[in-house]
């Protein structure tokens, strides 16, 4: 049996030069019981590609591979102000803590005397007197009675004892 | 946390912060505290058995203007004392001196926290005439009670920012 074509088939084969028609009489040729001696060799490699060819995807196939692939749908979700703003209420909440640790801090540990912003009331006051010059001496007779209250405590000259209160009895 | 707690949390640490805003303080000044006791303990008003003479903060002003305007060397001395002085309130009794005088001394005591005796000495026994008032490391009240013996009973009663200069201008007076 003249098998030269086989042999062309084969020498085109390795050149990658057959068409699948051509390798499929190749699987054929090698699928045979009896195949010439000199080309018993090739026949294992085109078994297994007759072999690989009968291979086919499962039905499932797809199904399966979808379910992995597939990301599990999220619903949409509708975002309220409450909840675009909850970061802000909570800066908000920790800024208030902080400032009102402080300021209770400030209130319990300082006493009356150093706190600042007392203001007196003011509007209540009702003049005594409607005319300057009378109210001017009054004033200046108190300021004279002052002083000397002043004098009497022990205060001759000047010092800073009355404004930053190193003079003062401990009460 | 929920959303609700949260916002609740939030309202009542804002509400908090705004009274301890709005708690600084509007007070009476001393002569006017001792007035409304004086009306409670004994029923007495202004015009009965003691007077008080007020100066508000708009009749100094008047008064500096006044003094400015007029060209007169021998007030430049007050003129640069009243500049301090904001108001003033002088109380002053000539009955019941002793019962007038215990009740200005037990409120000033009552107030400890607020007001503090002046004494340059603390050797002298003698009960402090001068009171002050500090707000921070600035004067801001002194009160002078000023008793003569048998005759009257005075308070007198300062507020405004007196400085390390009022005091010094006071004391030539």
Known sequence: MDYKYIEQLLERYWQCQTSVQEERILRDFFSQKEVPTHLQRYCALFALEKDEEELHLGADFDRKVLSRIEEPVVKARRNTIHFRLAPFYRAAAIVAVVLCLGLAAQHSFQNDTQKPGVSYNYAGYQDTYSDPQVALDQVSSALKTVSHGLRESGLHNVDSALVDGSNDDKM | ?173
């Open chain 2, 1 to 173: 946390m929920t959303r609700c707690s949260m916002k609740q949390m939030f309202c009542f640490l804002v509400g908090m912060l705004l009274s301890l805003t709005l708690s600084a303080e509007k007070t009476q000044d001393f002569v006017a505290q001792l007035m409304s006791d004086l009306e409670e303990q004994y029923g007495v008003d202004n015009n009965d058995e003691y007077g008080c003479v007020t100066v508000s903060p708009s009749m100094m002003e008047k008064m500096l203007k006044m003094l400015q305007s007029k060209d007169a060397k021998n007030d430049e001395q007050i003129q640069r004392i009243l500049p301090h002085v904001k108001s003033m309130r002088i109380f002053s009794a000539t009955k019941h001196i002793d019962r007038y005088n215990t009740a200005a001394t037990k409120l000033l005591n009552k107030n400890a926290k607020s007001y503090r005796p002046f004494k340059a000495s603390a050797e002298k026994n003698m009960d402090p005439c001068v009171w002050v008032r500090r707000s921070g490391n600035k004067v801001i009240e002194m009160i002078v009670l000023n008793r003569k013996e048998n005759e009257n009973f005075q308070v007198i009663n300062i507020t405004g920012d007196m400085s390390k200069s009022f005091v010094n201008e006071l004391l030539k007076m």
